[in-house]
């Protein structure tokens, strides 16, 4: 390292003293803190998104946001040059950056990883960063300390493209990379024209003046309110409504939100009894999570949920039957036989009617850890991968060879068979392919999806929500001495750590019929999550309740002194 980059990085890290006492981790979706204490932590990721940019020679993105935490909150992390989520083995470098006590300290770090990692690092070899940010107040000034971190070290430079949800900013590193325009109004256009082609194509022609049409959006008074503002006077077939978009005085993720509504089942603020079986949608505070719900007849808070599992069984159930149609009917005629895998990933998380409807669908389902990233790289593995969080965190995968496939079905079908069933299923499924998200979950394109399939089908949402019906389920959190003593297996499914803990709760789910239960360590709060399920709403809560107590007995406060 050259001794003029040396001494910038010196001088330029001294302006941002780490917080004294407080030690901070890359976790499951990047550094998250209280605003006031960020400082420091992003000015580093600024640093950390160069030598990506450096290593990878590609586009990344740095995304400012705290997701669906409280307003005060902020956070940070990296786009790697897919679009996805900066690589794992990243991730300790990120802790070790993000920790170093002093200047001098930091520098060592850099040097020493730069070394190992063979970063070009000469000033020759330029960096490019794309940055964005939600609408928290503190989004600005952390900003400005990512574009210092940043321009420490020579030949990077940063584009600071705004406020964008954060699914935006992950399709435009994506773009970027790829050479396509990675513009704002880009990926507008791109998802509102697919909507347009999937909508041209349902079958007795879009009925836009069915009451249905509608569907009323809370926005979480976040970017997503913001930017569906926008969105949806681009679109053709679908009225939007949207409320919480942030315009008015109520507070991002106050009682408003796709977490909120998922967790605590009830409605969010500015809905309630005047919308009884309307079509309700709930955005996340960054836009990466959508959840369904409408209101009951006999209800003013409490909400008919219709979960991220259930977005997935929607968009499983419309793939698998284009699918069909492009593969069983006239197949033999065609020259382009391709057996397209179809498969579809969860958590344990997933409410087990879920799974149950999915594999009576026919179709392969596997399990990863909870985290974007690892549902990512497993759906990843399939032609068309579908993954969801039930928490409503997800999207579909399609593969460069399915594409190619689709693609060459469609060439093929245009000549010999224009307007057939066929070319049909293939012109959806490659809108399809367009619509949604190829680098991460995103819950406007989601949006735009659920509301075309559900007019392709001609359903409610009271009909897409009796796809099966949820088994009652219980999440209860449990503070502990040291959320890591847990360490789990099979998709955390299984707790090896500590010993014996694991056989006690098999003891108590052997009292349940249909019982369920496992624990984990929150990779986003310090607790411990004990989930449980069951046939009826009271064994759920009895069965998570005793294992809470396990939780307790084995790491709580009260044998902390043993
Ligand atoms: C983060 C993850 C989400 C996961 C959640 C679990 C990303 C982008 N987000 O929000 O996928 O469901 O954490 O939180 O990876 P927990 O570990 O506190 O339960
Ligand atoms: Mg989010």
Redesign the pocket.
């Known amino acids: 390292m050259k001794e003029e980059q040396s001494s910038l990085l010196l001088k330029s890290s001294s302006l941002f003293p780490p917080p004294q006492g407080v030690k901070v981790s890359y ?4 550094f998250r803190a209280d605003a006031s204490i960020l400082k420091s932590t992003v000015y580093r990721v600024g640093i950390l998104a160069a030598l990506r940019s450096l290593k990878t020679r590609s586009v990344v993105g740095l995304m400012i946001t705290a ?2 935490n409280k307003v005060t909150d902020n956070g940070v ?1 990296i786009v790697d040059p897919s679009g996805g ?1 900066l690589s794992q083995e990243w991730e300790p470098f990120a802790d070790q950056l993000a920790n170093a006590p002093t200047p001098e300290a930091l520098l060592s770090i850099i040097r020493e990883f730069v070394e190992k990692e063979k970063i070009p690092f000469d000033g020759v070899q330029s960096a490019e960063i794309l940055l964005g940010r939600d609408t928290r107040p503190s989004g600005e000034s952390l900003l400005e300390a990512a574009k210092q971190g940043i321009s420490s070290i020579f030949g990077a430079i940063a584009l600071d493209l705004g406020i964008l949800t ?1 699914p935006q900013l992950h399709w435009m590193v994506r773009a970027r990379n790829k050479g396509i325009t990675a513009t704002e109004p880009a990926y507008f256009e791109q998802i509102s024209s697919s909507f347009r082609c999937l909508i041209d194509l349902i079958p007795n022609g879009a009925k836009i003046n069915k009451p249905d049409s509608t569907v009323v959006v809370d926005g979480a008074d976040g970017v997503g309110g913001e930017k569906l503002e926008v969105l949806k006077n681009m679109l053709t077939g679908l009225v939007i409504e949207v409320r919480n978009s942030g315009k008015g005085d109520g507070l991002l993720n106050d009682g408003v939100g796709a977490d909120y509504v998922q967790k605590e089942k009830v409605v969010p603020r500015g809905f309630g009894s005047h919308d009884i079986g309307l079509r309700c949608a709930s955005l996340d505070g960054d836009a ?1 999570r959508l959840v369904y719900f409408s209101v009951p007849a006999d209800s003013s808070s409490k909400i008919d949920l219709v979960d991220g599992d259930k977005i997935l069984s929607l968009f499983a159930l419309f793939i698998k039957e284009q699918l069909n149609i492009l593969t069983k009917e006239g197949n033999e005629k065609s020259n382009n036989n391709f057996e397209a895998h179809l498969g579809v990933v969860q ?1 344990a ?1 997933a409410n087990g009617a879920s799974t149950n409807y999915l594999k009576q669908l026919g179709l392969e389902v596997i399990f990863t850890p ?4 690892h ?1 990512h790289e497993k759906a990843a593995q399939f032609d068309i991968g579908i993954y969801f ?1 039930a ?1 409503g ?1 997800g999207t579909i995968l399609f593969s460069e060879s399915v594409l190619s496939w689709l693609e060459a079905r469609h060439n093929e079908l245009t000549s010999v068979s224009e307007g057939s069933e066929q070319q049909k299923a293939a012109i959806r499924l490659l809108a399809v392919s367009k619509l949604i998200n190829q680098a ?2 995103d819950a406007l394109s989601c949006l735009l999806l659920v509301e075309a399939i559900l007019q392709h089908m001609d359903w409610s949402i009271h009909k897409w929500s009796e796809l099966y019906q949820d088994l009652p389920s219980r999440q209860l959190k449990v503070k502990v001495v040291d959320r890591t003593a847990i360490v789990t297996t099979n998709a955390e499914t299984v707790a090896v750590s500590p010993p014996g803990i694991q056989e006690a709760i098999d003891a108590e789910i052997a009292k349940y019929p249909k019982g369920r239960c496992f624990i ?6 310090d ?1 411990v ?1 004990v989930y449980a399920e069951a046939a009826t709403q009271e064994a759920a809560d009895n069965l998570a309740n005793s294992v809470a107590k396990l939780v307790d007995r084995f790491l709580g406060f009260g044998s902390s002194g043993q």
């Not at 976790?27 to 990047?30: F, L, N, P, V, Y």
């Not at 984990?520 to 709060?525: A, D």
């Open positions: 976790g499951t979706a990047g997701s669906h992390k989520m954060t990466d958590t998380y909870t985290g974007v990233k549902l969080e928490n965190h991460v979950g984990r360590p929150s990779g986003t709060e607790v999550r």
